[in-house]
């Protein structure tokens, strides 16, 4: 192995990395949420720290890579969407850290019932799937995985359209859980994101692996 195969795959490492803490970052601040854990949300939190130390490396190992190699074809495809793609996972983690805040900064859980009215955990588990996807698409190079990704999101985002009405129809029931309300509507509006982010994520695997530029081809 050459010495750039050689950096190559340590970026391409560091990028898996990225997708696994991300990944665990969302799940832990779920599972903070809903059960409103304030402990295991001060650890998401704390692990922000760790989320952007990986995404200055990266950045630093891409900008190296390039001043070093001056990468053509697939090399330079792939290093372009490595950084798009840590964009976009440093983001997500962004989210994590946002639904901790709220578990750590308010004293009073979201009401189960509400929970349920608007399908969070099925939300949820969509885009865990979904997450699913992206990081076994990036590790076996799989275009197949990441489009399923696609139609996946179509899922989430009806789950946060629907959410606007099923929570203003709680409020009108019970105007006590105004506040929880809303901190949960920004939560599913969070994760409606976070879906979007992942999709982005499928888009630049898929660019980098087939160079198939997906978002121009789907504006047609």
Do not use: W
């Amino acid at each position: 192995m050459d010495n750039a195969s050689y950096q190559r795959e340590i970026i391409n490492h560091a990028g898996l990395d990225m997708l696994n803490l991300s990944m665990s970052q969302l799940e832990k601040a779920k599972e903070a949420f809903l059960t409103h854990d304030s402990d295991l949300a001060e650890e998401v939190i704390n692990t922000e720290n760790r989320v952007n130390a990986l995404d200055i490396k990266i950045e630093k190992d891409c900008e190296k890579f390039i001043a070093l190699y001056n990468p053509v074809a697939i090399d330079l495809r792939f290093i372009m969407a490595i950084r798009k793609i840590n964009f976009d996972l440093e983001r997500i983690a962004d989210h994590a850290y946002g639904i901790s805040r709220y578990v750590v900064d308010v004293d009073k859980s979201i009401p189960k019932h509400l929970i349920k009215a608007v399908e969070f955990e099925k939300m949820y588990e969509t885009i865990s799937s979904m997450f699913d996807n992206i990081i076994e698409a990036f590790e076996n190079k799989n275009v197949k995985t990441a489009r399923k990704v696609f139609k996946k999101d179509k899922i989430v985002d009806v789950i946060n359209v629907n959410s606007f009405n099923i929570i203003e129809e709680e409020i009108k029931k019970d105007n006590t859980i105004i506040a929880e309300a809303l901190i949960l509507f920004s939560v599913v509006k969070k994760l409606e994101r976070v879906g979007d982010l992942i999709k982005n994520v499928a888009e630049e695997i898929i660019f980098y692996i087939d160079a198939e530029v997906v978002k121009h081809k789907r504006k047609k």
